[in-house]
């Protein structure tokens, strides 16, 4: 079974510094891996995934992940957080063919200090 | 920018009432999903839809739930009878072959 762990419930970093999420999954075979932002009380927009190729994915808003086959990883970076990234963060993975489903992790909640 | 449609964006019902939850998914579109999310907690899968019939469904999507793609362009969630738990968020999401899906904005469903 295809499972998501996302080992930080909430974080908190100062404007402007640096942000690493971390995600593990777990996945049979080749995964699709995706990371969404999500605003309170809002729908779930992508910021990247990753299907093949490169390991390092840029995505929207500055956001970057790296896949990692050898440790089951995905985590996502950006270099310097603005206010406007405090939001929840899910990690999920998903199969490529057909009706696949994707699969969430519980999120990590990005608090912003200025 | 096409984009999965969810009406309405939030529906207060009584318990023991039906309810049917309404998609357009994006129009190329192969496959269909249902996810909730339950306030606080994370999005979990309810039931996958290909060629007009169910492919999966978690344990959640028992016998009170039901999909239809009705028309060719909409794809509905119905619970039969709605129960306090039964209020969560719920998003529609649709892809096509080999890509990523793609969300609706959720309805926001609210039994009372």
């Known amino acids: 079974a295809q499972s998501v762990t996302q080992p930080d419930i909430h974080i908190t970093v100062s404007e402007g510094a640096s942000l690493e999420l971390r995600c593990n999954y777990s996945?049979?075979?080749?995964?699709?891996l995706f990371w969404y932002v999500q605003s309170p009380g809002q729908g779930l927009q992508l910021l990247l995934k990753?299907?093949?190729?490169?390991?390092l994915v840029q995505g929207i808003k500055g956001f970057e992940a790296e896949f990692k086959r050898s440790q089951s990883s995905f985590n996502l970076r950006k270099p310097s957080v603005h206010w406007s990234d405090a939001a929840e963060y899910f990690c999920?993975?998903?199969?490529?063919?057909?009706?696949?489903?994707?699969?969430f992790g519980t999120g990590t909640k990005l608090q912003v200090i200025p | 920018e096409p984009e999965v449609t969810q009406t309405p964006s939030h529906q207060v019902t009584q318990m023991g009432q039906e309810v049917i939850l309404r998609c357009v998914p994006i129009?190329?579109?192969?496959?269909f999903y249902w996810y909730r999310q339950i306030l606080g907690q994370k999005v979990e899968f309810l039931v996958s839809?290909?060629?007009?019939?169910?492919?999966?469904k978690s344990e959640i999507f028992d016998d009170q739930f039901s999909v239809e793609r009705p028309d060719g362009s909409n794809f509905t969630l119905k619970i039969r009878s709605t129960k306090l738990e039964d209020s969560a968020m719920y998003f529609c999401?649709?892809?096509?072959?080999?890509?990523?899906?793609?969300f609706g904005q959720g309805t926001r469903l609210t039994v009372v």
């Open positions: 999401a649709s892809r096509a072959r080999g890509t990523e899906a793609f």
């Open positions: 996945y049979g075979a080749t995964p699709y």
């Open positions: 990753y299907f093949s190729g490169d390991t």
């Open positions: 999920a993975v998903g199969g490529a063919g057909g009706y696949q489903k994707v699969t």
């Open positions: 129009s190329n579109h192969l496959y």
């Open positions: 839809f290909y060629n007009n019939e169910i492919s999966e």
